[in-house]
């Protein structure tokens, strides 16, 4: 089992920033952490990824309209995953949910990002 636990949503101007954080708990072996978004009325699209392959930093993806404006790290530990959102849009704004991978999908509970113009 793990457990997910996302954190450092809120509210942000168009143009600033902001990092999200997922702490991931139990006994498991990830093979990949990533983030997840559902804007208001429409389903739950992906973001960002990254793996264990592609040396110590892993391989990272990241969905077209975000790319060039938010990053994905991870911690040595491979159990705590970040999304550092630079030049943030009102489009950007959603819940976002962390995901993990061992040989099954977890969720995070979810942390609301809201963007004003």
């Known amino acids: 089992q793990v457990q997910l636990v996302e954190s450092g949503g809120g509210l942000v101007q168009a143009g600033g920033s902001l990092r999200l954080s997922c702490a991931a708990s139990?006994?498991?072996?990830?093979?990949?952490m990533g983030w997840y978004r559902q804007p208001p009325g429409k389903q739950r699209e992906f973001v960002a990824g990254i793996t264990t392959t592609g040396g110590s930093t892993g391989s990272t993806d990241y969905v077209d309209s975000v790319k060039g404006r938010f990053t994905i790290s991870r911690d040595s530990a491979k159990t705590t995953v970040y999304l550092q959102m630079d030049s943030l849009k009102p489009e950007d704004t959603a819940v976002y949910y962390c995901?993990?991978?061992?040989?099954?999908?977890?969720w995070g509970q979810g942390t609301q990002v809201t963007v004003s113009s």
């Open positions: 995901y993990a991978r061992t040989q099954l999908s977890y």
């Open positions: 139990g006994s498991f072996n990830i093979k990949y």
